[in-house]
């Protein structure tokens, strides 16, 4: 089997060639971690997953080896200790920034669990590899690539001419021009980046040798990589807008410090929502936990995500999770008591060309289509049915949504299949009978309309009544029907 993945440093969709088939090594550039995760930080985690499920797959569980770092240094967790702290909070300011970022990590860990996001191999904190870093930036300076002035420590662009600017395909006056440069006296050109600045005595910080300071963002995730996968590694990614400068400047530094760096770049487009950039100023700006708290499963969220390519920009809508928990509820219905098997072949070989989440998706649904068609039922078993080809089929679409962290145990809950309707159906049917006899309809529109007020898609035919949770399920108006 190959893995098909599109390679930004290269522009083109290359065969994806392991340097270690029993070491495969990825790096994602995780949260800055001061508030909430929003809507659009949620959709590298869901894509990035997909692709660690699928190396697994592939590999071995226990050949992959995925990092995600926090990045627990930054001026707006400090402004947050200080407010604190101003507030009458106890402790010292690197105390409440450590409790901070500890109350915040465990924010997106419970935000991204719902969202059935598998935990990385290794989650390090930038504060943990400070000496790392140092030890990183006293390499550049020795190597000429990097330079000490006023209490900063800052890369030397000039010194990497034919390599900056390759992954973003900018050139550096096009940079100058499009990017908010920091300009300063103690820079020797105006599109040097900070590896080290120095720190005043209310702000956390660390003795270098260029003085108290902190490290600057890009060194962290170079330092942390470096350390956790190794000189050169597999696969890196994150969002497009971290191509620049994040990465284009993480691929300098470490390139000129003689590391081979990631071999693979991978970048998933931007979130809109209702057809608009996400904006707090346009009230369509949304966290995650928003949307869990207004009701909508982590499982629907994912749902949409991967119903669009990586690459493409995707569009979040109310119309979309509805149509969403509407076709995740009648699939778990439809599996409900299913033992899954092994993902099918199709699925594995669209998520293999460059992460096709939207192919495997539309094939999850025809193949739903075919189960549903096949038993004339959303709510069948394998045992009162006896067709092993349908249970056969039925098991393979169960492993194969799971593979896309879809229909797993876990994100389970949400479409209330705990709520037993068989005594309700069996209900309306005698009604429907009694009605039938007494040309009375009183008793039977009136429970019908409860059910219906209650969610559930009521339907009758000479077979039999048929009740399945709508979209817009409660099961709590069912109390006293």
Known sequence: MTIQLTNTATRKKEPFVPLDPENVRMYVCGPTVYDRAHLGNARPVIVFDVLYRLLRHVYGADHVTYVRNFTDVDDRINETAQKRRAAGADGTLEALIRERSDETISWYHADMDALGALRPDHEPRATQYVDQMI????????????????????????????????????????????????????????MDFVLWKPSTDDLPGWDSPWGRGRPGWHIECSAMAHELLGETFDIHGGGNDLMFPHHENEIAQSKCAGHGF????????????????????????????????????????????????????????????????????????????????????????????????????????????????????????????????????????????????????????????????????????????????????????????????????????????????????????????
């Open 135 to 190: 030890a990183f930036i006293e390499d550049l300076i020795a190597k000429g690539h990097a330079y000490a002035a006023e209490g900063h420590a800052l890369f030397a662009v000039d010194s990497w001419p034919e390599g900056y600017g390759k992954l973003s395909g900018r050139s550096v006056d096009d940079m100058i021009a499009g990017a908010r440069v920091e300009v300063a006296p103690y820079k020797r050109n105006p």
């Open 262 to 481: 990631a071999r693979y770049w991978l970048h998933n487009e931007m979130l809109q929502v209702e057809g608009k950039k996400m904006s707090k100023s346009l009230g369509n700006f949304f966290t995650v936990r928003d949307l869990l708290d207004q009701g909508v499963p982590g499982e629907v969220i994912r749902f949409v995500f991967l119903s669009t390519h990586y690459r493409k920009p995707m569009d979040w809508t109310a119309e979309k999770a509805e149509q969403a928990k509407k076709t995740l509820r009648r699939w778990r219905q439809l599996v409900k008591d299913v033992e899954p098997s092994s993902p099918a072949k199709d699925v594995v070989d669209f998520l293999s060309d460059d992460l096709n989440s939207a192919g495997s998706i539309n094939f999850l649904r025809n193949i739903g289509q075919v189960l549903f068609q096949k038993s004339g039922s959303w709510t069948p078993s394998c045992e009162t049915l006896g067709d092993p080809e349908w249970c056969k089929l039925a098991r393979e679409f169960k492993a194969s949504a799971q593979m896309m962290g879809l229909l797993t145990d876990n994100l389970g809950g949400w479409d209330s299949l705990s709520v037993d309707l068989a005594p309700y159906a069996e209900r309306l049917a005698s009604l429907r009978e009694m009605a039938m006899q007494t040309k009375n309809f009183v008793a039977l529109d009136a429970m019908k309309t409860a059910l219906t007020e209650a969610g559930v898609e009521v339907r009758m035919s000479k077979t039999g009544v048929e009740l399945v949770p709508g979209s817009g399920f409660d099961p709590s108006k069912l109390e006293g029907v």
